[in-house]
């Protein structure tokens, strides 16, 4: 499986961006799908994730602003981010699970000017 993340940016204070994280190869086997984040200085956290069942979680600082979704297909995972703050910025990383292994994709940069 190979992990291609896609868009972020630049964005503003209140407003949106959002990530994309193409797969391929054999992703009928991907259980889990995940958006995780890394600030300057500070450790690598799960923003949010997506099971193969639809089932999906957030983190408390991301409540209500982001939405991770998966197309239909299964071989797209979005990462949906309205009302950014600058506490927002950070290198984003899609992850994807099977039952043995676990895979990333290379970080995309997200960064909220206020």
């Known amino acids: 499986v190979q992990l291609q993340a896609s868009g972020g940016g630049l964005g503003q204070a209140g407003g949106s961006l959002r990530v994309s994280c193409a797969a391929s190869?054999?992703?009928?086997?991907?259980?889990?799908w995940g958006w995780y984040r890394q600030a300057p200085g500070k450790q690598r956290e799960l923003v949010a994730s997506?099971?193969?069942?639809?089932?999906?979680i957030y983190a408390d600082s991301v409540k209500g602003r982001f939405t991770v979704s998966r197309f239909a297909a299964g071989n797209t995972v979005y990462l949906q981010m309205n009302s950014l703050k600058p506490e927002d910025t950070a290198v984003y990383y899609c992850n994807a699970k099977t039952l043995h292994q676990n895979y990333w994709g290379q970080g995309t940069q997200v960064t909220v000017s206020s």
């Open positions: 997506i099971t193969s069942s639809g089932s999906s």
């Open positions: 190869g054999i992703i009928s086997r991907i259980n889990f």
